[in-house]
């Protein structure tokens, strides 16, 4: 089945900088967005940054001017280069995408990551 499976979490220092990876994998036909969402402790889940198959991008106001999304088309997997970290970006990252499986090319199906933990601390 499809799944999504991030990677590069980890602890990192104010300032420092981390790179998030997203593989989507099993019976893709094609994939229409892929997002970045994080949820800090006692916090609701917020959008951190989306990329459409088109290459368009959005970004939550907080990460502008730091973070960058970025796609592999062929790999189908998604990346999130985050540099200049602040302590306020400490969240669970969580990859989700809007797909199109191989058995129904007309019908979107939404899925999600397990997460992966972003800790920025001195």
């Known amino acids: 089945q499809v799944q999504l499976v991030e990677s590069g979490g980890g602890l990192a220092q104010p300032g420092g900088f981390l790179r998030l990876s997203c593989a989507a994998s099993?019976?893709?036909?094609?994939?229409?967005?892929m997002s970045w969402y994080r949820q800090a402790a006692g916090k609701q889940r917020e959008l951190v940054a989306r990329?459409?198959?088109?290459?368009?991008?959005n970004y939550a106001d907080s990460v502008k001017g730091r973070f960058t999304i970025s796609r592999d088309a062929a790999k189908n997997t998604v990346y999130l280069q985050m540099n200049s970290l602040k302590p306020e970006d400490t969240a669970v990252y969580y990859c989700?995408?809007?797909?199109?499986?191989?058995?129904?090319?007309?019908?979107?199906?939404?899925?999600w990551g397990r997460g992966t933990q972003v800790t920025v601390s001195s």
């Open positions: 989700n995408a809007d797909l199109y499986e191989r058995s129904r090319t007309w019908y979107v199906r939404n899925y």
């Open positions: 990329i459409t198959s088109a290459g368009s991008t």
């Open positions: 099993g019976p893709i036909f094609s994939i229409s967005t």
